[in-house]
């Protein structure tokens, strides 16, 4: 299929209408015309392209790109887009392999006029082919593996005044639409406008002190909404973001030693990667980079102790952040010292644009008082691509502005202000959670467990350690198959394969629980919720208070009878699997994936080997994939420390 054959199909429907919305028809968030600098971000971009046509825009692995040639290479794209469809109202699809060719087909597709969606290589195929659909866009762009049918990469050679002149696009147009997770398993399309992209990256830069001076380093998924915020502030300000090679997760001493190298001086982490970022660097007895400036936090409740340790012996600042993706990404920003008596680290002070206040039942609670968050102002979004109804839940008007067209998005989250009109986090309203920074109702994958045969009921929550990965407890159709009360059985084997291969199919990775239990009930407390805390004792008692079937006190478990003890390096390399995976029954053949392993828990084990083991030293992330059970980890470190020529 040619570009040309991605056109979209005949006029939408009216939902899709609604959220699509004319530049000269929309009403949400920002419509106000052209707009000037501070609401326009191509007026930004030809700013910062007048000012700094020769300093770096974007620097790669293999190439460092001035505003000048990047000017000039997605003029070139945005001629291209154009003239496959790509104009004001329609979106340009990206699922480039790459982060640099992301960032370019970004801001080729605002040149266009259009706005632009990130195909997450991370997602199931089914779901890849849903959003594809949904979307509807003029045309895709890419060469990743997930790219889908038709998808090209522009010519980067011709001239940009070559082919179709791009349209003008105004501030109530659309920027982009990126996808959350949605309760009922079909996620949202969060519909984000032109104004509301250039107010956020003007107000960022403003927050941030950005200067053409400074390097924001790439690091977020790219089908995440943090990557709005690594790449239009910097650029927005003359500065440069620095992109990796692929969107391959970098542990610990790889994303350092990537700062270091390229002079990065901003980064933003989510919540659980920069605890391992500081673990690391904590037990390696090093600093944070000369050049790096400021650390950017966020995604999930911070606990305060780590938080003032970083701040006692690390020179780059934190700034602490909140936000959702149907407000354009962050909202607020706490950039102080954290008071030694504190108990929760402030979310900080709304950004230029942001009205937050905290409300119960509709009405402002004083300072101090715990009520519901609410966001306005012209950041937040128009709505959810085709989806009127949960448009009008959640982005509802505003009784309490003197705008009768003023709107608030109604976040779900607990909250209050502090003595020094901080907004602080206190929960969720529902049962959401989030995990590894994604938003994610838990309902979903339990109906997704309990649509299986053989599961009556299911529970799924973070694990209690480390809060990165999803635990499952399922409670068998057939009684008989249950495990005695108060006991916790972990599947293995075909009957785990069998159940995590379905919601692999139908989920994206980090909504998958890798840890399964089956329990003969679900406990419950005294308000008659799930006794979540409850469910965990009886998951930590698991190979641990007594001996596994086949197993006699005070063998080593996963040793088959009669198999001798592990020999090095292979014990060491079983005893921190066993750690972090927090499982003890762990054998030698087992796969770190198969049981809870992720990226941030892939982090933690290689930092432990390399501490352990002199052969680890070099070891990467990666290796972890070809390699995933101690016997076959052990085996890489014994070639690898085995002399030339051997």
Not at 276 to 281: C, G, K, M, Q, T
Request: glycine residues 12%; charged residues 20%.
């Amino acid at each position: 299929m040619s570009p040309a054959d991605t056109a979209p199909a005949d006029a939408p429907d009216t939902a899709a209408a609604q959220a699509r919305g004319a530049g000269a028809e929309a009403t949400g968030a920002g419509a106000t015309g052209a707009g000037g600098p501070d609401t326009d971000f191509l007026a930004q971009w030809e700013r910062s392209v007048r000012r700094h046509a020769d300093a770096p825009a974007l620097v790669t692995p293999g190439r460092v790109l001035s505003y000048r040639e990047v000017d000039r290479l997605t003029g070139a794209w945005a001629a291209s887009f154009a003239g496959c469809g790509a104009g004001p109202g329609q979106i340009v699809g990206l699922a480039f392999g790459d982060p640099a060719r992301t960032v370019l087909g970004m801001l080729a597709a605002l040149r266009s006029g259009a706005g632009f969606t990130v195909l997450d290589d991370r997602l199931p195929t089914a779901a890849r082919t849903a959003l594809v659909r949904r979307t509807a866009a003029a045309v895709w762009a890419g060469d990743g593996a997930h790219a889908p049918d038709g998808a090209y990469v522009p010519d980067g050679t011709a001239e940009p005044g070559d082919g179709p002149a791009p349209h003008h696009a105004g501030a109530g147009d659309l920027a982009y639409v990126l996808f959350t997770s949605g309760s009922t398993g079909q996620p949202k399309g969060t519909v984000v406008e032109r104004g509301s992209l250039g107010r956020f990256a003007a107000a960022v830069a403003e927050r941030l002190e950005l200067t053409a001076g400074d390097r924001w380093l790439q690091v977020a998924s790219l089908g995440f909404d943090v990557v709005v915020e690594e790449v239009f502030p910097a650029l927005a300000s003359g500065a440069a973001v620095v992109c990796r090679g692929d969107t391959r997760a970098l542990d610990a001493e790889e994303l350092h030693t990537l700062m270091a190298d390229t002079g990065t001086t901003v980064v933003e982490l989510s919540t659980q990667y920069w605890l391992e970022y500081a673990r690391w660097l904590a037990a390696a007895g090093l600093l944070t980079p000369p050049r790096l400036r400021t650390v950017v936090v966020g995604g999930e409740r911070m606990d305060p102790e780590p938080y003032r340790r970083w701040q006692r012996h690390q020179p780059a600042a934190l700034a602490h952040v909140y936000g959702l993706t149907e407000c354009t990404v962050s909202s607020t920003f706490y950039t102080g010292r954290l008071p030694d008596g504190a108990t929760e680290v402030p979310l900080g002070r709304a950004l230029r644009g942001v009205e937050i206040s905290v409300r119960r039942d509709g009405a402002p609670v004083p300072d101090g008082e715990t009520g519901e968050i609410h966001i306005g102002g012209p950041l937040v979004a128009r709505g959810f691509l085709d989806d009127a109804a949960a448009t009008a839940r959640r982005f509802v008007r505003d009784p309490l502005a003197a705008d009768p067209t003023a709107r608030v998005y109604v976040t779900g989250d607990l909250g209050r202000i502090d003595g020094d009109g901080h907004l602080v986090f206190l929960g969720r309203v529902d049962d959401q959670i989030k995990i590894r920074g994604h938003r994610l109702e838990p309902a979903r994958v339990e109906r997704a467990l309990c649509e299986g045969a053989g599961v009556g009921q299911a529970v799924v929550f973070p694990d209690p350690d480390t809060g990165t990965a999803l635990w499952a407890f399922t409670v068998p159709a057939d009684p008989r198959q249950a495990p005695p009360p108060g006991e916790a059985v972990r599947l293995t084997g075909p009957d785990r394969d069998a159940l995590v291969a379905r919601l692999a199919a139908a989920l994206p990775d980090w909504a998958v629980p890798r840890v399964i239990h089956q329990v003969s009930v679900l406990p419950k407390n005294p308000h008659g919720k799930v006794d979540k805390r409850l469910l965990a004792r009886w998951a930590a008692t698991v190979g641990t208070a007594t001996a596994a079937p086949g197993e006699k006190p005070g063998e080593e478990p996963g040793r088959e009878p009669g198999e001798a003890p592990a020999e090095e390096p292979l014990r060491t390399v079983l005893g921190h699997f066993r750690e972090v995976l927090r499982a003890p029954a762990l054998g030698p053949d087992d796969n770190f994936f198969d049981h809870g392993g992720q990226s941030l828990l892939a982090m933690r084990l290689l930092a432990q080997l390399r501490a352990a083991l002199p052969a680890a030293a070099s070891l990467r992330a990666s290796a972890l994939f070809s390699s995933p059970t101690p016997r076959l980890l052990s085996r890489a470190l014994t070639a690898a420390a085995a002399p030339p020529g051997r």
